[in-house]
């Protein structure tokens, strides 16, 4: 830390992604990346032509990505908010829809980017405990008089709220925004993206970066109300309106142009998910019910830091958090089935 830095951000705790290793090859589950490369279609569309125009400003507006977006969502062009990642688009939530006298409410155990968010904009927060089983206590969601951030499905546990139960904290918080990340959607759960049109409260963001295989291009979307949206537009224009560049913008049209291949792949992933949980439960892992491109496992008499730690030396990242509730847990990425087996057989040696 430099003596100049705003005292402001000296307490900041900032967010630790999965580790990128880029010195040793490891069987990758623990970043939730798709293990299949974007679609052919896309690595087409990248080419020597849009290269060569990077000497030119992107569309700021995102016309072409965002008609396509609208086109399969069945929404219109001012329903969509394109950005440098989710990431990137809660933060503009954050500093959007929270602040001075509009505090920040999510659950105990969710996506880490929630509480530095917050910190980094000062918003104060309250974390609701998950149940037992690590569901979301929708009771505790109602008339909360914050503005609410769920991920649905949620992350590190896989687990989904229905549209009815989301519809219900939709209802009960008409004064409040309720951001919904599906960051994990495509892999099983329902999106609720069809509900912007009856909930001018609803923000649905979703990303490029799992299920459409565009983690490296960086591009993530919202979906809500016109008004939701120009809210986000008023952060983009006053921070960086050229946020997608020219070869991630092209990629996203493409992917989009390219659904089936996708569709496929999250098949895939879904009963690769399946076969794993199975072999894991025969090893005598609890698993969650996940409809994540990740499973969350832990094994009754062995530290979750043991597996990591182990499975590591062998060759396999999979993710570890130290949380107190969770710490005996990993998650797991779903990769292709070769990688699980893998993971399989090396889990076998060790414990
Ligand atoms: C991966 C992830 C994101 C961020 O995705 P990017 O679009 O790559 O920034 C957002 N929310 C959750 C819950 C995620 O797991």
């Known amino acids: 830390m430099s003596k100049f830095l705003n005292p402001k951000y000296e307490s900041l705790k900032v967010y630790t992604p999965g580790e990128q290793p880029q010195d040793k090859k490891y069987i990758k589950l623990n970043t939730n990346e798709s293990p299949y490369p974007p679609s052919e279609k896309v690595l087409q569309t990248v080419n020597r032509e849009v290269v060569s125009s990077l000497n030119l400003y992107p569309d700021n507006e995102a016309v072409a990505l965002k008609d396509s977006i609208a086109q399969l969502y069945g929404v219109k062009r001012e329903n969509v908010f394109v950005s440098n990642g989710s990431d990137d688009i809660l933060n503009f939530a954050f500093m959007a829809f929270c602040g001075e006298g509009c505090e920040a409410v999510f659950p105990d155990i969710t996506y880490g980017f929630y509480t530095v968010f917050a910190d980094l904009h000062k918003v104060k927060y309250t974390q609701i405990p998950l149940k037992e089983d690590f569901t979301i206590d929708i009771e505790q969601y109602k008339n909360t008089g914050k503005t609410i951030f769920i991920a649905n499905p949620n992350a590190p546990t896989g687990l989904t709220l229905t549209l009815s139960q989301i519809e219900e904290i939709l209802n009960a918080n008409p004064d409040n925004v309720v951001v ?172």
């Open 180 to 351: 919904i990340d599906e960051a994990y959607v495509d892999f099983g759960a329902e999106s609720c993206t069809a509900l912007t049109d009856k909930y001018k409260n609803l923000l649905v963001v979703q990303t490029f970066s799992k299920s459409r295989s565009l983690a490296g291009a960086r591009l993530g979307f919202a979906i809500a109300d016109r008004e939701l949206i120009e809210d986000l537009d008023r952060i983009k224009y006053s921070t960086n309106p050229y946020s997608i560049n020219r070869m991630t913008m092209q990629a996203g049209v493409a992917s989009i142009e390219s659904n089936d291949y996708y569709i496929k792949n999250c098949e895939e992933i879904i009963k690769t998910r399946q076969y794993t949980t199975d072999e894991l439960k025969k090893l005598g892992f609890t698993c969650t019910d996940s409809l994540a491109n990740f499973i969350f496992a832990k094994k009754e008499g062995v530290s979750g830091e043991y597996i990591y730690q182990s499975l590591k030396e062998k060759g396999v990242l999979i993710r570890h958090f130290t949380g107190e509730r969770i710490c005996d847990y990993n998650r797991i990425t779903v990769g292709k089935r070769e990688e699980m087996d893998a993971l399989l057989t090396a889990l076998k040696e060790i414990i």
